[in-house]
Nanobody, 115 residues
């Protein structure tokens, strides 16, 4: 199975920006989808953004216009650019894909937004 590794999480003030990265252990060009999800303390993991193989992207409503997902196929990497961060964006952020019918998650990276 492919392995995923997120990075880029940090402590940032409200209104700030961060860019998360998710590096895959092999080419991402054949995956039908790559997602970002997040999980805040005491809450269920929730969907944030999805990029399909054709490059199209969907976002959850709460991040539309603030977050942007992109990829660099040559680097086996997807990114999540997060702007205008709000305290409610505080969560562990996870990269996810499906490899041969198996759902694969990265270990996550922590984003903390202070007031």
């Amino acid at each position: 199975q492919v392995q995923l590794m997120e990075s880029g999480g940090d402590l940032v003030q409200a209104g700030g920006s961060l860019r998360l990265s998710c590096v895959a252990s092999r080419s991402i060009s054949n995956f039908n989808v790559m997602d970002w999800h997040r999980q805040a303390p005491g809450r269920e993991r929730e969907f944030v953004a999805r990029m399909r193989r054709d490059g199209s992207v969907d976002y959850t409503t709460s991040v539309k216009g603030r977050f942007a997902m992109s990829r660099d196929i040559t680097q086996n990497t997807v990114y999540l650019q997060m702007n205008s961060l709000e305290p409610q964006d505080t969560a562990a952020y996870y990269c996810r894909t499906v490899d041969g019918g198996v759902v694969v998650w990265g270990p996550g990276t922590q984003v903390t937004v202070s007031t």
